[in-house]
Nanobody, 125 residues
Framework: VQLQASGGGLVQPGGSLRLSCAAS????????MGWFRQAPGREREFVAA????????TYAEPVKGRFTISRDDAKHAVYLQMDGLKSEDTAVYYC???????????????????WGQGTQVTVSS
């Protein structure tokens, strides 16, 4: 499995970005997909996840109401629409695949099997 994230960049506070993640391999629709991020000097933190089938979503508190995760199983892709960006959203964002069964465990990085290479998001004026 390979995960290729893209769409990062420099944006002003209040702006928007849309991250994309293309996944190789079979059975994409069978996996929980998600996003983590890591800011300089900080541990990786969970951002959002989306289940297979009905596509139930879970968000970390700092991004609720501002970020939206979605998936397109036909394209083997997952997206993260980020609106109302703040300076504290600055981080490297990682696409992840094959997450825990229970949403309560999404926050543990060790519970995710596959990781992409990351894409840098910088929010600054």
């Amino acid at each position: 499995v390979q995960l290729q994230a893209s769409g990062g960049g420099l944006v002003q506070p209040g702006g928007s970005l849309r991250l994309s993640c293309a996944a190789s391999g079979r059975s994409f629709s069978s996996y929980v997909m998600g996003w983590f991020r890591q800011a300089p000097g900080r541990e990786r933190e969970f951002v959002a996840a989306i289940t297979m089938s009905r596509g139930s979503t879970t968000y970390a508190e700092p991004v609720k109401g501002r970020f939206t995760i979605s998936r397109d199983d036909a394209k083997h892709a997952v997206y993260l629409q980020m609106d109302g960006l703040k300076s504290e959203d600055t981080a490297v964002y990682y696409c992840v695949q094959d997450g825990p069964v229970y949403a309560a465990n999404y926050y543990n990085p060790g519970g995710w099997r596959f990781w992409g290479q990351g894409t840098q998001v910088t929010v600054s004026s």
